[in-house]
């Protein structure tokens, strides 16, 4: 591979110098303003012809072929959820995908040894079209699915009715419709949704969430039945108790506390279980009782029960512990307990009382929770009534698989393991412990071929997050699993502002303290150095949506720490975000640009402000999502014009925009597939690696 000698020629961005504004009684220039409108013809022109620069490298890297055919032996996998009973006889609905499926489908078995039935097929949609969520009526015969155009975001409610495959008139008010949960008698459902257009001042669509009611076939406008007429910042999730009785409503301040409220189905009312805006907190019904997983007075997380007869006077059930409590799934007249150790999960188990009964044997080190728009999702699942309990794990180095789990045998029988092309047993994850800059430790996963060595010349890929309370945890991706086919090393470091250990943790890396996130970051890729792995300049540095803001951030601070960067779905302008679609919300993680004191600080690292002249900045890519709703899709492209333009000492900096794609990535498979083998060729690029090199 020849080693990058010169950069390539780029088309420069017009610069407006008189562009800008004035905070906090101080002038910030913004000579790139202007490629915030994306659709106007002179942006669209610029985007394209960098594009194209990026595609001229990219596409030339020798052995491509051999990349996409490793990402694609890894992507193209056999997918089944386990089953969703609904009606009589043993009905039941399922997720499922054949290896050659570009989407999930939504399938119908209508009793124990019947055929699958293909109920919704994304495939024949135009490839645009996504199939967002799908959840059947009650008694099987209707499903409410969601379909987006795009993106996973933005999506629409549509109803079906399953024994004719036609779809109802029926149209939901409100638009970005989200978390579907029928009526027990199938009459209709409550979902989230933002106020039709019109409805609220301009400027504020993406905002006053509500939990809406639906009637089938009634001409009447949803009823609002659950939100916030104060805080317009606010997001809404509903679900129907396991009993029927009860909608569990829940209202979030971002990621950071909900209040949880009952709606009783019989007559409506409205029955408070967690009202205060004060702490995260899970309910469930169960019986004549409530749980709730809350970190109310325990920042790593306990469960409480109440009587419904006083569902805020709760008693503890299971008390904090060292390991931070993520999810209480009550399955089979037990209580499933996931938590996060050390930043990977263990389950344990326990009575009906809380008494503690054994722990569940995992396969390996690995994950069974999810981060979802709802926060947390367990990956054990069942129904407190029925005797079958559903295991969903992975790891660095197994795809999302199901098992069942034998109470009585004390043994998780495989249900559906895919098989992704690597041997698990030839690889090795360990968990290293390193000091940040103000000496507090930190952990980080690294993963790789058994047979390594520690020569101090390996390739790695380092990726973090480090905000929002979401835990960097061992999760497997089809890129990554190519990238250990070529001999390279996964580092993943659990920074502070995850939630890997508890509130503490997240609340290290809040506002004014985010400086501890990125000090975190820079360490990790130190001590990979320090440690044999690597060295500077074959360590990728790897980061999406606030990932790509740390990616960024450290390679401004600490440039020659990296080697190449890759900056996927960023915020990049940490004076502007407010003003894009529902980003107003995140002020209470990252703090405001209006606030004198928090303004100064996020001017401080807003890697747009922070470009300089004088830097060596690392190769970097950087990646918007040009359907994003939840990061500015326009953030990156400023960056890349910034950068050209003021920082000649450093890069090459490559824009890689991402088309018809959302904030969590491409459509289809197919182009999923084709973006991860963009980012792979990158890193053979960029760090002077053999192209192909490695493939088994």
């Not at 193209?76 to 570009?102: C, K, N, V």
């Not at 939100?227 to 009785?245: A, N």
Request: proline share 7%; net charge negative; aromatic share 10%.
């Amino acid at each position: 591979m020849r080693k990058v000698s010169q950069s390539p020629t780029f088309p420069s961005a017009r610069r407006e110098p008189a562009s800008g504004y004035t905070m906090l009684g101080k002038r910030f220039d913004d000579p790139y303003a202007w490629l915030e409108q994306l659709d106007a013809p002179e942006a669209q022109a610029w985007i394209a012809a960098q594009e194209a620069v990026t595609h001229s490298v990219l596409r030339a890297v020798p052995g491509r072929e051999a990349l996409r055919a490793a990402v694609a032996r890894s992507a193209r996998y056999a997918r089944l959820s386990p089953p969703i009973p609904a009606g009589p006889h043993g009905r039941e609905f399922l997720w499922q995908a054949d290896a050659s499926d570009d989407k999930l489908k939504f399938m119908l078995r209508r009793g124990k040894d019947a055929p699958l039935e293909t109920v919704l097929d994304p495939n024949i949609w135009p490839s645009g079209e996504v199939l967002v969520f799908a959840v059947p009526s009650p008694d099987g015969t209707r499903v409410a699915f969601g379909k987006s155009v795009g993106s996973t975001h933005a999506a629409v409610i549509h109803v079906l009715d399953v024994e004719t495959g036609t779809l109802l008139p029926d149209r939901p008010r409100g638009t970005g419709h989200t978390s579907v949960a029928w009526r027990p008698d199938g009459s209709g459902f409550f979902y989230a949704a933002c106020p039709e257009p019109g409805e609220v001042p301009a400027g504020d669509e993406a905002y006053w969430n509500a939990i809406y009611e639906h009637r089938l076939g009634s001409g009447a406008p949803a009823r609002r039945v659950f939100g916030d007429d104060q805080h317009k910042e606010y997001w809404c999730s509903v679900q129907i108790s396991e009993c029927r009785r009860f909608a569990v409503l829940s209202k979030w301040d971002y990621v950071h506390a909900n209040a949880v409220y009952l709606l009783r189905l019989a007559d409506d009312a409205l029955v408070p279980v967690a009202p205060g805006m004060r702490s995260l907190n899970q309910v469930q019904v169960i019986g004549d009782s409530v749980l709730v997983q809350t970190d109310l007075d325990a920042p790593r997380g306990r469960l409480c029960v109440a009587p419904l007869t006083a569902p805020t006077e709760w008693r503890t059930l299971i008390p904090e512990s060292a390991d931070t409590l993520q999810t209480i799934s009550a399955v089979g007249g037990r209580l499933y307990a996931v938590y996060s150790h050390a930043a990977s999960h263990r389950v344990r188990i326990h009575a009906e009382d809380g008494t503690y009964l054994r722990d569940l044997a995992l396969p390996a080190l690995g994950s069974v929770n999810r981060n979802e728009g709802e926060g947390i999702v367990s990956g054990i699942s069942g129904s407190w009534s029925g005797d079958t309990v559903w295991v969903r794990f992975m790891s660095y180095v197994q795809a999302p698989s199901i098992y069942r789990y034998d109470y009585e045998a004390d043994r998780l029988v495989p249900y559906h393991v895919p098989d992704v092309g690597l041997d698990p047993s030839e690889y090795v994850t360990e968990q290293v412990w390193y000091e940040s800059l103000d000496g507090t430790r930190v952990s980080m996963f690294i993963t790789h071929r058994k047979d390594l060595p520690r020569d101090g010349r390996q390739p790695v890929r380092l990726s973090g997050y480090g905000g929002f309370n979401i835990s960097i945890e061992p999760r497997f991706s089809a890129l990554q699993a190519a990238w250990l086919k070529l001999g390279g090393v996964l580092a993943f470091a659990n920074v502070r502002g995850g939630g890997e250990y508890g509130r503490a943790w997240h609340e290290a890396a809040l506002k004014m303290r985010r400086q501890n996130a990125f000090d975190d970051y820079i360490a990790a890729a130190r001590w990979l150095v320090s440690a044999g792995y690597t060295t500077p300049s074959k360590l990728a540095s790897r980061g999406n949506s606030n990932g790509g803001l740390l990616v960024a951030v450290t390679a401004m601070q600490a440039p020659d720490a990296f080697g190449a960067v890759f900056c996927r779905a960023p915020t990049l302008d940490m004076l502007r975000f407010p003003s894009f679609g529902f980003m107003r919300s995140a002020t209470v993680e990252y703090g405001s640009p209006e606030d004198p004191v928090e303004g100064a600080y996020l001017a401080g690292y807003s890697p747009y402000h922070n470009v300089r002249a004088d830097r060596r900045y690392p190769v970097m890519v950087f990646v918007p999502a040009l359907n994003d709703h939840i990061a500015p899709p326009h953030d990156p492209l400023k960056m890349v014009a910034r950068l050209q333009a003021e920082a000649p000492l450093g890069g090459p900096y490559f824009l890689l925009p991402l088309r018809d794609s959302g904030h969590g990535g491409g459509t289809t498979l197919t182009a999923l597939v084709e973006q991860d083998v963009d980012e792979l060729s990158f890193y053979c690029w960029a760090l002077d690696r053999e192209k192909g090199q490695g493939l088994r």
